[in-house]
Each structure stands twice: as structure tokens, then as C-alpha cells.
């Protein structure tokens, strides 16, 4: 994918976020699901339902140790945990938020009001063509466009009980193209939606690499390990990087912009972490979006009156929006729009604005030299006997006790002797 759109470090805001000092705090209560997705990072190993002691220690580990504004309920399936009103309780109670990542099937309307009530802010539903969903009668999801139906249904159920609903998808070769088609659809629901996130497909290879725990060679293959793959490293289907990403969405609505990241801890030209925005007009025309003065200002001030950096509003953000537009450049520029159609029709003033989020997250990369380049400072960070550690890699501590360890495979060609002559 050829583009002219490029994304430059020195454009954005570099999130303050740190290990110690981060908004996400990411809480895995069950490794039990209800739905299979390729390239998961999670394998269902018989641990079940975590107990309701062990989860409220991990959520008081990230509140003293990661000083965090919000828990992400992650799984396998959150909302199958027994206890679930209960983690979300308790959640409220340290005074933090709660986001529930969710497939959505086991959600119901009494659930929805119940979650509201326990003091829930909202999900984050992934639904895309990587999944054998139920509703489809166990058959591959062949487009995402096939999935809007169900996704403005849980839209719409979760405005209904007063929670936020953001919509993520899996990036891979085989729905590239359908990005603006997504992105479009959750502009013409920003009502609805508070965001998107795209994450970029990555798999272990198996091939060309060769993974050692505590000294010794391991057999890693899709039995030992769910996000592993036969394919090479240099495999031109997990190469979708955060950067097309970015150049894709540009090509398609002039509007976007984007504000902040965080980089790689090992390759410094890599961007992990890209967030952007639209602001939409409450009639789905893109106005523009804010820039990185905007971001920086929304992170500094939330911290100095919260004590904390912000992620996942409590309320979707509107016109209120605008007040920065002192600071921003890309900002007044989309005030100025707003204004504009406002000035051709006054009735515009009066209509709702809405900020719609779109995250771009570049998973890990295996490097050529065998490195692993993974989101520093990542806010994914998880609770494993006592210690942080990446979520994504999450089962390779699970299974061997500690982060595997990649080298390349050096191929040695048989080395012909050389043949005197007669």
C-alpha cells in the first residue's frame, strides 16, 4: 500500500504514560471464552474462573503500583466470570472505571442495566472477520461490513443502559481494504460510538526462528502457544504497520488527525501506540479533529486535578472540545468549520458535535536480529505471580515461566570440497 501520507514523531505528543504511572491497568479474570479468534493471545488452559480474592489483589496491585485511571476486565470472556458485578464493584470502589473487553454473545439487556448499576463505564466489543461467531450459525465472517448489524445492535444496547461502546477489529491482509469502510460506519454512528481500535495482526513465527527458555531450545507450535504461526518472520501478511494504518485513514478523511503514540522499546523509528480523532458534526459530516497541544493538555490537566492520566471518559466528549482550540492548530481549524456550517445554517449551533477516538495499536515485532520490539511503557501490562508483565505475551509465562527468547536461524549451506583435476 503506497501512500503520501506520512507519520512524523515530532507531530505528536509522546503520552506521559509510564509503568508506574499509567491509566490502564489490565485485569484478566477468566481464561475461558465463548468464541474463537485467530491470532488470540490467549489459550484456554483449564485455569477457569480466577477467585474473587486473587482478582480484588490484582486490582488493588494496579491501583498501588500502575496509579491507574481505569481497569480493563479482559479474558477470555469477561462477562462469563460468576463474579462479575462484583470485580465491577470493587472497581468503583477504589474509585477507578471499569472497560469490559467483550465478544458481546453473552451480553443481555439485564446484564447491561445490572453491569450499570455495579458502576461499569463501558465495553470494548471486538467483533471482526477473524471470529466464528454463533449468530452466523458457526460459519467465517466473510466481510466486516457483515458484522455492522450486530455491532449497531450492541451500540445501541449499551446508549440504552448509559455505558460507552467502542468497537475494535483485528488488521490482517484479508481486511485491509475495509478500514475506511469501518471507520465510516462508526462515523455515521458517533452518536453511538465513543471509538474505534485497530490492531494490527502478529503472530510467532515458527519458521527461520528458533525460541529458548532458560537456556534450552523449545518446540513452539500452535499447541504450546495460540499466536504462533508456520509463516516466516518476514511474512508480507503480518506486516501491516501502525504507520499504513495511519496513511490508510488519511487517504480517506482529510479530517483525521493524529495526536499522540508510544514508541517501541527497541526499534526508535517504530510507533505502538497511535491515537487520533474525528469530530463529527451531529449530522456525520467530519469536521476535523485536535493535535497533539489538545492531547497534551487533556493529559496534564486530568492529572493535576485527578492525580492520574485519562483514558476512556466517563461521557462521550462534545463542544466542549472547542474551548482548547486557543492552543491547537488542527483544532481551530475544525472550529472554524463548525462555525462556517454554522453561520450558513444557525440551526447547526444547536446540534450535538461528537469526538470519535480511533486507535491504532502495532502489536509486537520480531526483529531480524531475533529482538522483540514491544510497546514501551505499555499499558497493558498485566498481574503474573507478584510481577507486570505484557498481556500479549501473557501465555509464554504461563506455559514456560518467563518471556521466550527468539534467535534467527542461520542456514549453513553444505560446502562443497574442491576437486583436483586429472
Known sequence: MKTNFH??????????????????????????????????????????????????????????????????????????????????????ALKMKSIILTNGYALSTKMLSDLKDA????????????????????????????????????????????????????????????????????VDNAGLVNGISLITYRTMPTQGIAYFSKGKEVNVNSNSLGYTSGKDSSDETQKITSKQLYALVRSHFKGYEASSYLGGTVDHSSIKWLIGNLIVSGNGKVLGGYGKKAMELIQSIYHFTKGSYLVYPHSKVGKEIFLLSLFDRPLRNTFFQFLKRSFINPFRLFKPVHVLGIGI??????????????????????????????????????????????????????VEEDRLVS
Open 7 to 92: 507519520v512524523k514523531k515530532k507531530d505528536l505528543y509522546r503520552l506521559p504514560w509510564s509503568m508506574n504511572d499509567n491509566p490502564i491497568g489490565w485485569v484478566e479474570v477468566t481464561d475461558v471464552c465463548n468464541i474463537k479468534c485467530d491470532g488470540c493471545y490467549r489459550l484456554i488452559m483449564g485455569e477457569g474462573h480466577k477467585s474473587l480474592k486473587q482478582i480484588k489483589e490484582e486490582i488493588s496491585f494496579m491501583k498501588q503500583w500502575r496509579n491507574c485511571d481505569n481497569i480493563s476486565l479482559a479474558g477470555g470472556e469477561p462477562i462469563l466470570h460468576p463474579r462479575i458485578l462484583d470485580i465491577v464493584s470493587y472497581i468503583k
Open 119 to 186: 458502576g461499569l463505564t463501558g465495553f470494548s466489543f471486538h467483533m471482526d472477520t477473524t471470529q466464528v461467531r454463533p449468530e452466523f450459525k458457526k460459519k467465517k465472517i466473510g466481510s466486516e461490513m457483515e458484522l455492522n448489524d450486530l455491532r449497531i445492535k450492541f451500540a445501541k444496547m449499551s446508549k440504552k443502559a448509559g455505558l460507552n461502546a467502542s468497537f475494535g477489529i483485528t488488521v490482517h491482509d484479508g481486511n485491509l481494504e475495509e478500514v475506511p469502510a469501518f471507520i465510516q460506519w462508526a
Open 361 to 414: 495499536i502495532q502489536a509486537p515485532d520480531i526483529l531480524p536480529d531475533g529482538s522483540i520490539d514491544m510497546c514501551d511503557d505499555c499499558p497493558d501490562l498485566c498481574v503474573h505471580e507478584g510481577k507486570l508483565v505484557n498481556s500479549c505475551r501473557l501465555d509464554e509465562c504461563r506455559i514456560y515461566g518467563e518471556f521466550l527468547q527468539p534467535r534467527p536461524v542461520i542456514s549453513k549451506k553444505p
